[in-house]
C-alpha cells in the first residue's frame, strides 16, 4: 500500500522559503514510469499543478513557478521535497505531494496546510 505523507512548517512568513517533505512508504521513489509530483490548491481555486520528478530525476515545473520552484528526490530516504522561495500571501494553500503515471494521480498524501503570513 502505498502512503505518502507530507510535512513541514504550517506557517511561513512573507519572503521566506518554504520547504515541504513527501515521505513515501510502499513505493520507490526512483520507480520506472512513476512520477512525484507536488500539487497545491490554494482558498476557494481549483488544483495547481506545481512540478514532477520522475526516475531519471530531472524536474519540470510549473512556467508560473519555475522561478521560484524546486523539488528534489533523495533515494535513500524515499522522499520528495518541495522548495518554493519568496512566498508571498498567494501562496497560502493546502500542499499535495502525489503518485502519477501517464495515466494520472493514483495516489494522494492527505495534503498539509500551509499559510503564508506576517
Known amino acids: 500500500q502505498v502512503q505518502l505523507l507530507e510535512s513541514g512548517p504550517g506557517l511561513v512568513k512573507p519572503s521566506q522559503t518554504l520547504s515541504l517533505t513527501c515521505t513515501v512508504s510502499?513505493?520507490?521513489?526512483?520507480?520506472?514510469?512513476?512520477?512525484w509530483s507536488w500539487i497545491r490548491q490554494a482558498p476557494g481555486k481549483g488544483l495547481e499543478w506545481m512540478g514532477y520528478?520522475?526516475?531519471?530525476?530531472?524536474?519540470y515545473y510549473s512556467p508560473s513557478l519555475k522561478s521560484r520552484t524546486t523539488i528534489s528526490r533523495d533515494t535513500s530516504k524515499n522522499l520528495i521535497t518541495l522548495r518554493l522561495s519568496s512566498v508571498t500571501p498567494e501562496d497560502t494553500a493546502v500542499y499535495y505531494c502525489?503518485?502519477?503515471?501517464?495515466?494520472?494521480?493514483?495516489?494522494w498524501g492527505q495534503g498539509t496546510q500551509v499559510t503564508v503570513s506576517s
Open positions: 520528478i520522475p526516475l531519471s530525476g530531472n524536474t
Open positions: 502525489a503518485k502519477s503515471t501517464y495515466s494520472g494521480v493514483d495516489s
Open positions: 510502499g513505493a520507490s521513489v526512483a520507480t520506472a514510469g512513476v512520477f
